[in-house]
Every structure is written in structure tokens, then in C-alpha cells.
Nanobody, 123 residues
């Protein structure tokens, strides 16, 4: 079974930085596009950033210039470096990836979510 495990969340003051990590396991090869979403209380889950297997990136307007997504295909890991953080960045951050599970190649790529990690930015 594919697992996405996030880490690196926590409490930070406005203007500070955090680095989130998403480690994928149980895949037969490096996942396709890996993404970070976030969901604030009372709001819908929204896409923050994504990175393709080739390294192409996309960012939501709200985080452009402040957040950087990257990945290490050899480690099946994606990162989200968050700088100049704002209170409005407070949310649960989720990793999302499309991957082929080891031993289930015939099923093809499927979407998977991590369990989420809380990020809180104090003013």
C-alpha cells in the first residue's frame, strides 16, 4: 500500500520559515506529480503547489515568491519550503501524489493523500 508521510509542521511566528517533507513509500517507482494542499478551518482544501516528476512547478498566487516546492526522485520525497509566512498560511497541509503501488502495477496509477500536518503562524 502506498503511504505518504508528512512532517515538518509546527508553530512559527509571522515572517518565519518552515520546511515540510512528504515521503512516499510502497511505490514501484517515483510518484508522478506531487502536490501540497492545505485546508484552513471552515474553508475548502486548496492547492498550494505541485511539482512534476521532471521538476516543473506550479504555485498558487497566494504563495508565489514565498514558497518553494522541490523533490528528490531518488528518495521519493517532496519538500515545501515556506518563507515569509503569514497568519493566513495557518492550515493543515496535505501531501498528494499519484503513484503505482508495489505489487499492484496492473491497477495503474492511483491518487493518494497523506494524513496532514498542522502549520500555525502566529501574528
Amino acid at each position: 500500500q502506498v503511504q505518504l508521510v508528512e512532517s515538518g509542521g509546527g508553530l512559527v511566528q509571522a515572517g518565519g520559515s518552515l520546511r515540510l517533507t512528504c515521503a512516499a513509500s510502497g511505490t514501484i517507482r517515483s510518484p508522478g506529480t506531487m502536490s501540497w494542499y492545505r485546508q484552513a478551518p471552515g474553508k475548502e482544501r486548496e492547492l498550494v503547489a505541485r511539482v512534476s516528476s521532471g521538476g516543473s512547478t506550479y504555485y498558487a498566487d497566494s504563495v508565489k515568491g514565498r514558497f518553494t516546492i522541490s523533490r528528490d526522485n531518488a528518495k521519493n520525497t517532496a519538500y515545501l519550503q515556506m518563507n515569509s509566512m503569514k497568519p493566513e498560511d495557518t492550515a493543515v497541509y496535505y501531501c498528494y501524489a499519484v503513484a503505482v503501488a508495489a505489487g499492484l502495477a496492473a491497477m495503474g496509477p492511483k491518487p493518494y493523500w497523506g494524513q496532514g500536518t498542522q502549520v500555525t503562524v502566529s501574528s
